[in-house]
């Protein structure tokens, strides 16, 4: 009974020592990353819908341990058993699954290369998960798996057991592909043409593998039939097979390339990025370079659990949009295009949906990472040359999914926050197509636009489903392509257009409940109306998280609310009211209602975006006290850099860049304009390494998990009242010191002059 007691005094000792042992100085960001983080996810329940990504940042490609069925959108789930083989791959989400796929499994023993019999047992006690290297014992066969990428290749490392049995499988997977083996080159080639969304034309992954050990036997395979008389295989599900000996401990390499072009351009890719390079080579190198990405930002003074929390959501923002360009023979950047299915000139980015990322995850790379925006930016320009439209989710290309016309929210902000010498007259071209006309799909252009124009907003009863939601994105993308206008020095007929279609939220609210609802055709709104009725006039949310949809004009919510006073109250409602819901819409209730009702956090439903930048609305009505708790509350309840360590779907680096923006102490609300609301910094100290050589330092020594209110803050040594803070500010390099209490200053920041943008107030001025 004793020698119990002790092992528990000395369990509860470990687990308190991570939350209260205090880090002091970050030197290897890398080795802080849990890529298995949000990993424990399914159907009816996310905890971030993530995968190991093994990768270098913004790379081409990824690669990930499959778990899953080949084609199935939950590529790895931590509590699987089995692995059934190494994807490539360049899933964005499991809702929107994969393409540009195929993927590469040892075995030993008997032949097996379908999917189920090639599956092994393996235990995450003899996994290794790194963002730049990957390691797994497969039990069944007596293998360990190694892997470690560059941009469009990678190595693998294969140690095998002693056996005149060892194969190497490799799946092109379905809805047609080819494979060819060359035994005499140790090589294998092929493509796939599988992909999940959009309509990718002559879409084709083309892959390339050299294998640094001769073949004893290579066979073709297809759905479940093995050939053993063909080196090459085109079918509906192509396959191949090669095996060889091998010896206890034997190590078998491989180098493995892709290509959305050409098998020649594959191979163009594997000699630039793999060149002579070792296994070794490319893991220091894949190392350093996430380093170097991930140590623009040093945190100090969090404890243990806080920076391995940082750090992995950082890694979760620096992968999408992906690269889709590569560089040909000429040195030239090139990219297959989705929208011709021909090789064009410049560059091209995908896999990545605008009405998730617009909100941080671009204002981040703004911040942050502009160089690498610069290049998307260029990307979208070409997206629209060679398509006609601006993708509001690539996937690549246009897939049909999601609300919106939130390009206007990624291109303007990129250039209100300083991006040049691009071709930003195409992008706003661009921005006026998609804003004015239907697309050929509902998720490109607007849909609903003729009613949107004429009377104010979508409505409720004209058969275009989540109408209200449509509007307040609407009315805010306007706000965006107005800034963007103003910028450009666009004629001011053309300003003042999309001004006033910027407020055309206003037309949604309800005075009787002080929400936003649906309205018909005639000026009726919707009847009967449920504010806790999920979708319906609403995605994936209810009235309770759209009614904040306001993202440019809170002032102008504020008003219709009633003042400071009701408009406070009503955000501390979100957190008081029950989690009560109404699914009918769906008729079932969706994993974002469970992960809504399960966090104890009333109607906030942090799991998805629209109710994301909620918590800082309260600086806006003086009370930015509040904010600052909630945003504490939110990040150590609802992050955790474990299996289970989101609250909802991670979605390509948007609820991770909220974190790492609320980490440091304020966020983007109103993406296009140049403030970032405060709220308050997580740890003692901050430092972001700006690309033009300058620094912003975030001081709060005072900072523990009891002081999380702001008492006072110096902008480089002078007292600052105000809750927000400029992006021209930080970029000319920012000291920013905090004052940090266990009791919150309802004194600081409660002057109108201290609040941040809103439209209606630049309005009145322009009036007086």
């Known amino acids: 009974m004793r020698k119990l007691a002790m092992a528990l005094l000395l369990f509860i000792s470990v687990g308190a020592q991570a939350q209260s042992v205090v880090v002091k100085e970050v030197t290897d960001p890398v080795e802080w990353v849990n890529p298995l983080m949000g990993t424990d996810s399914k159907i009816s329940l996310s905890n971030g819908n993530t995968y190991p990504a093994i990768a270098v940042p913004w790379g081409m490609n990824f690669w990930t341990p499959q778990t899953g069925k080949m084609g199935h959108g939950w590529a790895y789930t931590y509590d699987a058993d089995k692995i059934r083989g190494f994807k490539q791959t360049h899933q964005p989400s499991p809702w929107m699954n994969d393409y540009g796929q ?33 390691s797994v014992y497969l039990a069944d066969h007596d293998v360990t798996t190694e892997i470690t990428p560059t941009e469009r290749a990678a190595q693998f490392r294969f140690t095998f057991p002693k056996s005149d049995s060892s194969f190497i499988v ?15 080159e140790n090589k294998i080639v092929g493509y796939s043409t599988k992909y999940a969304r959009s309509d990718p034309k002559n879409f084709k992954n083309y892959f390339v593998i050299y294998i640094d050990k001769p073949f004893s036997l290579s066979y073709t395979w297809h759905d479940s039939t093995l050939v053993k008389d063909a080196l090459e295989m085109n079918a509906d599900h192509s396959g191949a097979v090669v095996g060889f000996k091998t010896e206890k401990g034997e190590q078998v390499h491989l180098k493995v390339a892709s290509s959305f072009i050409s098998l020649d351009q594959a191979e163009l890719n594997l000699k630039r990025e793999l060149a002579g390079d070792s296994f070794e ?22 404890t243990v659990d806080q920076v391995r929390t940082f750090y ?9 949009p992906h690269k889709m360009y590569e560089v040909n023979a000429n040195e030239e950047i090139v990219h297959y295009s989705p929208y011709t299915g021909e090789t064009h000139p410049g560059y091209m980015f995908a896999g990545t949906g605008f009405w998730d990322t617009f909100r941080a995850l671009y204002p981040f790379l703004n911040m942050v990472y502009p160089a690498i925006n610069k290049e998307m930016q260029q990307g979208l320009a070409n997206d629209y040359r060679e398509g006609g439209w601006l993708p509001e989710w690539s996937s690549p290309g246009y897939a049909n999914i999601m609300i919106g016309n939130n390009s206007a929210s ?14 930003i007259n195409t992008l706003y071209e661009a921005l006026l197509q998609g804003a004015n006309n239907a697309g050929p799909i509902t998720a490109v252009g607007r849909a609903g636009v003729d009613y949107y124009n004429k009377l104010g907003y979508v409505p409720y009863d004209v058969g275009i489903n989540e109408n209200a939601a449509r509007t307040l994105e609407y009315a805010y993308d306007d706000f965006a392509i107005y800034q963007l206008a103003k910028a450009l020095n666009r004629p001011k007929k053309e300003i003042k257009l999309y001004e006033k279609r910027a407020l055309n939220y206003k037309n949604l609210f309800d005075p009787q409940t002080g929400l936003m609802r649906g309205k018909n055709k005639d000026g009726s709104f919707q009847s009967p109306f449920n504010p806790f009725k999920w979708g319906d006039a609403f995605t994936e949310g209810n009235s309770w998280h759209y009614t904040w949809s306001v993202f440019h004009d809170v002032q102008g919510l504020i008003d219709l609310m009633g003042g400071k006073q009701n408009f406070v109250a009503k955000l ?6 029950p989690p009560v819901y109404d699914e009918s819409y769906y008729g079932s209730v969706i994993h974002e209602i469970r992960e809504m009702q399960i966090a104890n956090m009333g109607q906030y439903a942090h799991g998805n975006q629209p109710i994301q930048h909620m918590i800082y609305l309260y600086n806006y009505a003086g009370a930015p006290w509040k904010a600052q708790y909630w945003v504490r509350e939110t990040m150590d309840r609802m992050y955790m850099a474990t299996p289970d360590g989101y609250v909802g779907d991670e979605d390509n680096g948007q609820t991770s860049a909220w974190y790492v923006f609320s980490a440091m102490g304020f966020y983007p609300v109103t993406p296009a304009t140049d403030q970032y609301v405060l709220g308050a910094p997580l740890f003692k100290k901050v430092i972001v390494q700006l690309e033009n050589g300058k620094e912003v330092v975030i001081e709060a020594p005072a900072n523990s998990s009891g002081n999380r209110y702001v008492e006072s803050m110096k902008l480089n040594g002078k007292p600052y009242s105000k809750n927000w803070i400029s992006h021209s500010d930080l970029m000319n390099g920012a000291t920013i010191h905090f004052e940090m209490s266990d009791t919150p200053n309802k004194q600081r920041g409660t002057g109108e002059e201290d609040f941040p943008y809103s439209l209606s107030n630049e309005i009145k001025k322009e009036r007086r």
């Open 281 to 302: 080579q490319t893991r220091k190198n894949a190392r350093e370079r996430w380093n170097q990405t991930l140590g623009r930002i040093k945190v100090e003074g969090g």
């Open 410 to 423: 990624v291109v303007s902000d990129a250039y209100i926050k300083g991006m040049r010498d691009y071709d």
């Open 102 to 134: 195929f993927a590469l499994m040892p075995v030993t023993g008997r032949l097996r290369f379908h999917e189920d019999q090639r599956a092994s047992w393996f235990s995450h006690k003899a996994e290794v998960s790194k963002p730049h290297y990957y």
């Open 572 to 577: 501390d409602s979100v957190f008081t009211l």
């Open 170 to 184: 490799i799946d092109a997977l379905d809805k047609g592909s080819w494979v060819k083996v060359i035994p005499e």
């Open 312 to 320: 992995s959501c950082l890694y979760r923002t620096l992968f999408f």
